[in-house]
């Protein structure tokens, strides 16, 4: 009898220990990672929506334009939601454009006090939101009217914060690389 000729039947396998020890392994890499990729979604969130808050003003200083219509962005810290409609009372029109956008849980966001001195009372009493919200009004030529914000902050807990602000010309928002404004928490 061949001894070689009976171990070209037999197949290679894994054994039981080495499965377990590549199980092993796997779990501590895992382990490890799990808080930076928990760090990693959470920042992911922050970011996501500043940037919708952004396209947001895009829009709106595109749709003040192309329609003629001051737009006003209202945001209504207190509930988490910001959104855009047309300014009431401008035009007999209903805006079915209107839209509107809640924060995620886990955010916030905050506007300066003191805002608003470009809008009057009659027409924030008519937003949708309500009447003390601050409000960011496009006029027709896609400017933005002296008195709205000059920055909005999105927040998840007390560090991790973005800061959209305004242009140095004035002309539109941007989301600020030289951190927080002054007068910023």
């Known amino acids: ?22 199980m092993a392994l796997l779990s501590i890499v895992a382990a490890m990672a799990a808080p930076s990729l928990s760090n990693f979604f959470k920042g992911r969130a922050l970011d996501s929506e500043a940037r919708r808050f952004m396209t947001l003003t895009r829009y709106a200083q595109s749709r003040a334009v192309t329609e003629g219509v001051p ?5 209504d810290a207190e509930e988490g939601t910001y959104g855009l409609e047309m300014e009431p009372g401008y035009d007999d029109r209903n805006d079915d454009k209107a839209v509107q956008y809640p924060l995620a849980k886990t955010l916030a966001i905050e506007v300066p006090a003191g805002a608003n001195q470009g809008v009057g009372q009659a027409q924030r009493a008519k937003l949708t939101g309500g009447a003390n919200l601050p409000i960011i009004r496009f006029q027709t030529d896609g400017f933005i009217t002296p008195g709205s914000p000059d920055w909005v902050i999105i927040k998840e807990g007390e560090n991790n914060k973005v800061a959209i602000v305004q242009s140095r010309n004035k002309l539109c928002y941007e989301i600020s690389t030289n951190g927080l404004p002054p007068g910023a928490k």
């Open 1 to 22: 009898m061949n001894l070689s000729a009976t171990n070209h039947g037999r197949t290679r396998a894994f054994t039981m220990i080495e499965l377990i020890l590549v």
């Open 71 to 75: 737009m006003l962005l209202w945001v």
